[in-house]
């Protein structure tokens, strides 16, 4: 990270669950780099028990830079309850800033974005504007990354809930979306938005289809 005041590094990653030690790994890599802060981008756990959050919460202490979470499918308890999240990391959905970049973290572990939250994040992105980079993040992406196009599958469940974001981060020129949710790595761009798709903290990883812009990380 460099000390030039408008400068600094982070990490994305996602869905360490039921990681058989590679997110161990992956935060002894982490803490070899210079990044300012790193975000986990949902599916921290594999069921979103108290006692599972409680084992990723071990895992997370050995990071050295300020760790900020994300809340995923597999993160909802058994009734599909995010109160064992919320326990543990406050609001499911929230901003911040940090120099000349705007952070926006949405809550669609349901696959789906409320009026509520859709509400708040319009005013998010309105105050975001005073700001030289914009970044969104979601667990499960506004369309299927594995191909080509504005495709659903392992996506949204609300198509329109998906336009509509579409639309408001090409609107308000959002500099990049991350999501994870899908198990590889996969890099485009959705209307004008581009998007990065990162899971790679833990669980396994498994092949796209042929011809798709994707590299496993």
Known sequence: ????????????YGDDGNSGGRFDHLIKSLNGKNVLFSVDNGDLTTLG???HFGYFLIDAK???APLL???GNHDLSGSGSESNYINVFGNPYY????KNS????LDDANSDVNGTQMNWLKNELRGSQN??????FMHIPLYDPKYNSTVEGLSLGNSTTAKTLNNLFDEYNVTMLFTSHIRGYFHGVWGKTPFITTEGAGS?????PVGVNSTEN
Not at 204 to 208: A, D, F, G, I
């Open 49 to 51: 028990t108290s006692m």
């Open 1 to 12: 990270m460099s000390k030039n005041e408008s400068n600094f590094s982070f990490a994305v």
């Open 95 to 98: 901003s911040f800033s940090e």
């Open 102 to 105: 705007y952070f926006i973290v």
């Open 131 to 136: 700001y030289k980079y914009r970044f969104i």
């Open 62 to 64: 050995q990071l050295k």
């Open 204 to 208: 396994p990883l498994s092949k796209p």
């Open 69 to 71: 979470t994300n809340i």
